[in-house]
Structures are given as structure tokens and as C-alpha cells.
């Protein structure tokens, strides 16, 4: 079982989930769509360094086997989460002061 691609997977519906509970609207808001992409890039560089260099290596066994660059597609949804979610907490915490 791709046990990568499931997990990368769900982490993004309870991402999108998170954030329409939170009512802090992050995913329809323009400058987010920047933020990420700007994230994105330097995921590009750092992760791409590492899978391209073997530093970190994954298992075929567990995920699809797409790769933008040298990077697992997975890889890329959960970059999303973590960055959304963060950007998500913050918002609300900073909403309840």
C-alpha cells in the first residue's frame, strides 16, 4: 500500500477541513497563494538538494513515484499542510486576543 500518498493525502482534507472549522479563511485569500509559492521554491532548493543528493532517500514501496525534480510528489502535500496549518493557527490565535 502507497501508506506516503495516503497520509499525504488526508493531512491536506484535514487541512482544508481545519481551516473552514477555524473560520480564518486562509485557502481563499490571494496572498496566501504567494506566500506558498514563495515557501514552495525554497522547498524546491533545500528538499531538492536532499533527495538529489541521497541525503534522504524514500522507500518506492510506499509512495506513487512521481517526482517533481528529485522531490516525491507527497512531499509537496505535505509542505501544504504544514505551511497552511501554521498559517491557519496563526491567524486564529491572533483573532482570539
Known amino acids: 500500500?502507497?501508506?506516503y500518498t495516503l497520509l499525504?493525502?488526508?493531512?491536506?482534507?484535514?487541512?482544508?477541513l481545519?481551516?473552514?472549522?477555524?473560520k480564518t479563511r486562509v485557502l481563499i485569500r490571494g496572498?496566501?497563494?504567494?506566500?506558498?509559492?514563495?515557501?514552495?521554491?525554497?522547498?524546491?532548493?533545500v528538499n531538492g538538494f536532499l533527495t538529489g543528493q541521497n541525503i534522504v532517500m524514500y522507500n518506492p514501496e510506499f509512495f506513487?513515484?512521481?517526482r517533481i525534480s528529485?522531490?516525491?510528489?507527497?512531499?509537496f502535500f505535505f509542505g501544504f499542510?504544514?505551511?497552511?496549518?501554521?498559517?491557519?493557527?496563526?491567524e486564529r490565535f491572533r483573532e482570539a486576543r
Open 1 to 3: 500500500m502507497k501508506e
Open 8 to 16: 499525504a493525502l488526508i493531512s491536506v482534507l484535514i487541512t482544508v
Open 18 to 22: 481545519i481551516d473552514r472549522t477555524a
Open 31 to 45: 496572498e496566501f497563494y504567494i506566500y506558498l509559492l514563495v515557501i514552495m521554491f525554497f522547498k524546491l532548493l
Open 64 to 66: 506513487l513515484g512521481l
Open 70 to 75: 528529485s522531490i516525491p510528489l507527497e512531499d
Open 81 to 90: 499542510s504544514m505551511i497552511t496549518l501554521t498559517v491557519v493557527f496563526w
